[in-house]
């Protein structure tokens, strides 16, 4: 993680002087505001010597003074807020706005909060541009590498804190909403950032230790059957590009089916660029291009793998080899000059999409006045960032209606996240706090204390997240004395991270014992999980009458669980994966790529039973459900492959008010000629509403014929005719109906050669 600190004065605009009168880079036609992108962008690559081409191509791009241009830092991110450091105007010092992690806003099931989100990372981190100085380090350019659009398909990934959730639907409308809320503002001619969807493709694995042998995302051969290839590990990228229309594009470390992605030209060239007609730049994640070498050992050396890279349709490398090699490869004959020419165009036209080629005082994204200090963490962002990770919150068992717990009570606050402030902030995260601490963040037991107005609340780790240190009778003598318990478990950064998988999903160390022996003495006891990737519980599920899943809920998750414990907040999250029993793990290995193999991964083919399936959430009130038409219970029907609009009637029956989520689910029934890999269910969608008692709304789920298909052995998506379970659900109950795909299959647009 970059060290993050408070800026000492307002700087100048990234690239001020480019393009403006008097500059020398005004002499030159791609500073020529009439022409097309495209236009000013190839005069400017035709200016260049190969050299100069070369120097360009690396995440760190060198200037080039003849001509005006600066030097560009391509690696920024933006994840669930900008990475960041504190800014200040000379008067005021803030520091960038952090939200939950996307496993945890994944949870909320909410697009508008995913845009809302978005855009505000956009609007901070280009306030936060026009106020600290530019020296083109990393984290110094417009371009953000984010999202992660990777999936949550195995609890021992070490950064499933990134990806949100497990289900391709899910996360495909989440980075669909977040990349749009980042790049689009007020200036239709200019993107407010760029948002680059990562790592293409199938990245879910980092470092881990297999029957003896070290297995690591530099040299996995990510091994996966085309359907489930197109999906499960595609729609998201997929979304990323057609729906959210993103500039951007990381290609991983892995190799797919024995070819290294960031030299996968069937994958690159031929899928991203030709099927889904993407036409933004791609970057390689830092260190990949060598890995091709080095790792896979699928190139002799550097110049034969920049030459891999740039036809693939790589256009700039973080690392160093593109920087170093492609000259030597044009001289060796491996590169045609008109290739690298390709890569550069569309890099200039990013730079030129963001406005740096064009007089700053012209554009709003460059004036601090609109997109400056007041923008940074401002009120409307804080409160958004509450409303972020409030609806992430989801209750996950209320036996006995422990909860919500009553003010005025002697609470105890035990476990190794009674502290926590900087486990809230994820990875990837902005300096949060002036004194480049973290302290202004609310910790569980700050948090709690407040909202237990009148009464007396404790707190003592007893345990630490993983280690020997064993205080436990002195928890336990803390709880006895209290009328309710809150035991805050789970996982950090040390167990969960880049390069880091985790071997199992249980407490680690001595969580578990304190949780026996604190649940043994009977008290009103609520579980709290703080996490990233999936946990599992085994026996102590049955130990305490409340679980409730936090995630890392970001700058305002304290404060969001304390709302919810106490019923200021009806939760209404729901789980964006499946929490399975603890012997899964050792039943699937983590380079099983494929989601069908048995026992099966995620909702849609694990064949087992979940502690938690994807989809629950319990509330503090009643929900009724009702289909709006047909007639409940009556068969629906639809052609195959013609779209669908579903509709339903959410009723709170009460006793408190609240918002509520809906998700519908289709399973099939009687399907002939089903392939192997069709789910066993899958989610066509969500809605929600915030009702008072009694009153009632409509809500709308529209289904595209795309969602009702299936890959077959050659990559053409079909849907097929048959009969089927239509179930919607609040989380804790569930209506089904009969459900008719008729007619004849349907093919559905070009397969995946």
Same mark, same amino acid.
């Given at each position: 993680?970059?060290?993050?600190?408070?800026?000492?004065?307002?700087?100048?605009?990234?690239?001020?002087? *480019?393009?403006?009168?008097?500059?020398?880079?005004?002499?030159?036609?791609?500073?020529?505001?009439?022409?097309?992108?495209?236009?000013?962008?190839?005069?400017?690559?035709?200016?260049?010597?190969?050299?100069?081409?070369?120097?360009?191509?690396?995440?760190?791009?060198?200037?080039?003074?003849?001509?005006?241009?600066?030097?560009? /830092?391509?690696?920024?991110?933006?994840? @669930?807020?900008?990475?960041?450091?504190?800014?200040?105007?000379?008067?005021?010092?803030?520091? !960038?706005?952090?939200?939950?992690?996307? =496993?945890?806003?994944?949870?909320?099931?909410?697009?508008?909060?995913?845009?809302?989100?978005?855009?505000?990372?956009?609007?901070?981190?280009?306030?936060?541009?026009?106020?600290?100085?530019?020296?083109?380090?990393?984290?110094?350019?417009?371009?953000?590498? %984010? &999202?992660?659009?990777?999936?949550?398909?195995?609890?021992?990934?070490?950064?499933?804190?990134?990806?949100? $959730?497990?289900?391709?639907?899910?996360? =495909?409308?989440?980075?669909?909403?977040?990349? +749009?809320?980042?790049?689009?503002?007020?200036? !239709?001619?200019?993107?407010?950032?760029?948002?680059?969807?990562?790592?293409?493709?199938?990245?879910?694995?980092?470092? =881990?230790?297999?029957?003896?042998?070290?297995?690591?995302? @530099?040299?996995?051969?990510?091994?996966? &059957?085309?359907?489930?290839?197109?999906?499960?590990?595609?729609?998201?990228?997929?979304?990323?590009?057609?729906?959210?229309?993103?500039?951007?594009?990381?290609?991983?470390?892995?190799?797919?089916?024995?070819?290294?992605?960031?030299?996968?030209?069937?994958?690159?060239?031929?899928?991203?660029?030709?099927?889904?007609?993407?036409?933004?730049?791609?970057?390689?994640?830092?260190?990949? *291009?060598?890995?091709?070498?080095?790792?896979? @050992?699928?190139?002799?050396?550097?110049?034969? %793998?920049?030459?891999?890279?740039?036809?693939?349709?790589?256009?700039?490398?973080?690392?160093?080899?593109?920087?170093?090699?492609?000259?030597?490869?044009?001289?060796?004959?491996?590169?045609?000059?008109?290739?690298?020419?390709?890569?550069?165009?569309?890099?200039?036209?990013?730079?030129?999409?963001?406005?740096?080629?064009?007089?700053?005082?012209? /554009?709003?994204?460059?004036?601090?006045?609109?997109?400056?200090?007041?923008?940074?963490?401002?009120?409307?962002?804080?409160?958004?960032?509450?409303?972020?990770?409030?609806?992430?919150?989801?209750?996950?068992?209320?036996?006995?209606?422990?909860?919500?717990?009553?003010?005025?009570?002697?609470?105890?606050?035990?476990?190794?996240?009674?502290?926590?402030?900087?486990?809230?902030?994820?990875?990837?995260?902005?300096?949060?706090? !002036?004194?480049?601490?973290?302290?202004?963040?609310?910790?569980?037991?700050?948090?709690?204390?407040?909202?237990?107005?009148?009464?007396?609340?404790?707190?003592?780790?007893?345990?630490?997240?993983?280690?020997?240190?064993?205080?436990?009778?002195?928890?336990?003598?803390?709880?006895?004395?209290?009328?309710?318990?809150?035991?805050?478990?789970?996982?950090?950064?040390?167990?969960?991270?880049?390069?880091?998988?985790?071997?199992?999903?249980?407490?680690?160390?001595?969580?578990?014992?304190?949780?026996?022996?604190?649940?043994?003495?009977?008290?009103?006891?609520?579980?709290?999980?703080?996490?990233?990737?999936?946990?599992?519980?085994?026996?102590?599920?049955?130990?305490?009458?409340?679980?409730?899943?936090?995630?890392?809920?970001?700058?305002?998750?304290?404060?969001?669980?304390?709302?919810?414990?106490?019923?200021?907040?009806?939760?209404?999250?729901?789980?964006?994966?499946?929490?399975?029993?603890?012997?899964?793990?050792?039943?699937?290995?983590?380079?099983?790529?494929?989601?069908?193999?048995? &026992?099966?991964?995620?909702?849609?083919?694990?064949?087992?039973?979940?502690?938690?399936?994807?989809?629950?959430?319990?509330?503090?009130?009643?929900?009724?459900?009702?289909?709006?038409? !047909?007639?409940?219970? %009556?068969?629906?029907?639809?052609?195959?492959?013609?779209?669908? +609009?579903?509709?339903?009637?959410?009723?709170?029956?009460?006793?408190?008010?609240?918002?509520?989520?809906?998700? %519908?689910?289709?399973?099939?029934?009687?399907?002939?000629?089903?392939?192997?890999?069709?789910?066993?269910?899958?989610?066509?969608?969500?809605?929600?509403?915030?009702?008072?008692?009694?009153?009632?709304?409509?809500?709308?789920?529209?289904?595209?014929?795309?969602?009702?298909?299936?890959?077959?052995?050659?990559?053409?998506?079909?849907?097929?005719?048959?009969?089927?379970?239509?179930?919607?659900?609040?989380?804790?109950?569930?209506?089904?109906?009969?459900?008719?795909?008729? $007619?004849?299959?349907?093919?559905?647009?070009?397969?995946?050669?």
């Amino acid at each position: 993680m970059l060290a993050l600190i408070p800026t000492a004065a307002l700087a100048a605009p990234l690239w001020p002087d *480019v393009c403006t009168p008097g500059d020398i880079s005004s002499n030159f036609s791609f500073c020529d505001q009439t022409l097309s992108f495209d236009a000013r962008a190839a005069d400017l690559v035709s200016r260049l010597t190969l050299e100069e081409k070369q120097s360009i191509l690396d995440n760190g791009a060198a200037a080039i003074p003849r001509l005006g241009i600066p030097k560009y /830092q391509w690696w920024s991110e933006g994840l @669930h807020g900008p990475l960041e450091p504190c800014v200040t105007d000379g008067t005021v010092t803030k520091c !960038p706005t952090n939200f939950p992690a996307p =496993s945890a806003m994944a949870a909320a099931m909410n697009d508008t909060l995913y845009l809302a989100a978005g855009s505000a990372v956009g609007i901070e981190g280009r306030a936060i541009s026009n106020l600290r100085p530019h020296d083109a380090s990393i984290g110094d350019g417009l371009t953000y590498w %984010a &999202p992660n659009a990777n999936m949550e398909r195995d609890p021992r990934w070490g950064r499933n804190q990134e990806a949100p $959730g497990e289900d391709p639907h899910l996360t =495909s409308k989440y980075i669909a909403a977040y990349v +749009r809320g980042l790049q689009e503002g007020e200036d !239709p001619n200019h993107v407010q950032m760029v948002a680059t969807c990562k790592h293409f493709i199938a990245n879910s694995l980092e470092h =881990s230790t297999i029957d003896g042998k070290v297995i690591t995302r @530099h040299d996995f051969d990510a091994e996966i &059957p085309l359907p489930e290839l197109q999906d499960y590990y595609m729609p998201a990228f997929k979304s990323c590009v057609q729906e959210g229309r993103a500039l951007g594009i990381m290609c991983s470390y892995n190799a797919v089916n024995g070819v290294p992605m960031c030299a996968n030209r069937q994958l690159i060239a031929d899928v991203l660029r030709g099927e889904w007609g993407f036409d933004g730049y791609v970057t390689s994640d830092c260190g990949a *291009v060598d890995d091709i070498v080095n790792r896979h @050992h699928f190139a002799p050396d550097g110049a034969t %793998a920049a030459a891999m890279g740039l036809r693939a349709g790589c256009d700039t490398d973080c690392g160093g080899v593109y920087g170093g090699n492609v000259v030597a490869a044009v001289n060796r004959s491996l590169l045609a000059v008109s290739t690298v020419d390709a890569a550069l165009r569309r890099l200039v036209k990013i730079q030129m999409r963001l406005g740096l080629f064009e007089p700053k005082g012209t /554009q709003p994204y460059f004036d601090p006045s609109r997109y400056g200090i007041a923008q940074v963490d401002s009120a409307a962002h804080q409160q958004l960032a509450y409303e972020a990770a409030v609806q992430s919150v989801v209750l996950l068992q209320n036996e006995k209606r422990t909860l919500p717990l009553a003010p005025g009570i002697k609470l105890a606050l035990l476990g190794p996240h009674v502290n926590a402030r900087e486990v809230f902030m994820s990875n990837y995260h902005g300096a949060r706090c !002036p004194s480049g601490k973290f302290e202004c963040i609310a910790s569980p037991l700050q948090a709690l204390g407040e909202a237990n107005a009148g009464g007396e609340t404790s707190g003592y780790e007893g345990v630490e997240v993983d280690s020997a240190v064993n205080n436990i009778s002195s928890a336990v003598a803390l709880a006895r004395g209290a009328d309710a318990v809150v035991l805050l478990v789970g996982i950090d950064q040390s167990q969960e991270m880049e390069e880091h998988d985790r071997s199992n999903c249980t407490l680690p160390g001595l969580q578990p014992q304190l949780v026996e022996q604190v649940a043994a003495l009977g008290k009103p006891t609520v579980l709290v999980l703080i996490h990233g990737g999936a946990m599992c519980l085994g026996a102590l599920k049955s130990r305490v009458p409340a679980i409730v899943d936090a995630f890392y809920g970001g700058e305002m998750g304290a404060k969001a669980l304390a709302d919810v414990l106490f019923g200021k907040y009806n939760p209404s999250g729901k789980l964006p994966v499946t929490m399975y029993p603890p012997e899964y793990l050792y039943q699937i290995p983590l380079t099983q790529m494929s989601v069908t193999a048995p &026992p099966g991964r995620t909702h849609l083919y694990y064949s087992g039973t979940p502690e938690f399936a994807f989809g629950s959430g319990l509330s503090y009130s009643t929900w009724k459900i009702a289909p709006v038409a !047909p007639v409940e219970g %009556a068969p629906m029907q639809v052609a195959a492959g013609a779209s669908l +609009r579903l509709a339903v009637k959410l009723t709170n029956a009460g006793p408190l008010p609240g918002a509520q989520r809906v998700l %519908a689910f289709l399973r099939p029934r009687l399907v002939a000629g089903a392939p192997r890999t069709m789910p066993k269910q899958r989610l066509l969608g969500y809605a929600g509403a915030h009702l008072a008692v009694g009153e009632s709304a409509t809500l709308v789920i529209d289904v595209e014929a795309a969602q009702l298909a299936q890959s077959d052995a050659a990559g053409a998506r079909v849907v097929l005719p048959g009969e089927y379970t239509l179930a919607f659900s609040d989380g804790a109950h569930e209506v089904p109906m009969r459900f008719t795909i008729t $007619g004849d299959a349907a093919t559905l647009g070009a397969k995946v050669s």
